[in-house]
């Protein structure tokens, strides 16, 4: 079974509560909300640790924010990402713009 986990950026989130899982006979998928990037890498720090292997991101995640992810799972996960220059969710702006 593949553990993927999809990481949302929002105001106000808190990664140790805002989560949720589904599980279907294919796949695991955990999905997380965070207040920024700090705390998105060390929930994905976490998530690999408990085995996920594929980690989405929303596209609240910049360029700059995802080489973060990138880097801090390293070759324990694969990383992949919803794609918004200015998301919707975030007042028409990157995540770069916001959480760097």
């Known amino acids: 079974m593949l553990k993927a986990a999809f990481i949302f950026v929002a105001e106000g989130a808190d990664g140790k ?5 589904v599980t279907t006979p294919a796949v695991e998928l955990t999905t997380v909300g965070v ?5 998105a890498v060390a929930v994905s720090k976490e998530l690999v ?11 609240g995640f ?6 973060k992810i990138v ?10 990402v919803v794609r918004f ?8 702006q990157s ?3 916001l959480y760097l």
Do not use: F
């Not at 640790?49 to 596209?59: D, P, R, T, Y």
């Not at 220059?85 to 028409?92: A, C, R, S, V, Y």
């Open 85 to 92: 220059d200015k998301h919707p969710g975030l007042g028409n």
């Open 62 to 67: 910049g360029h700059l924010g995802t080489a």
């Open 95 to 97: 995540g770069d713009n």
């Open 71 to 80: 880097e801090a799972v390293g070759d324990k996960a694969v990383v992949g």
């Open 17 to 21: 509560k805002d989560r949720s899982v």
């Open 49 to 59: 640790e408990g085995g996920v292997q594929a980690i989405e991101l929303c596209g």
């Open 35 to 39: 207040v920024d990037y700090a705390e």
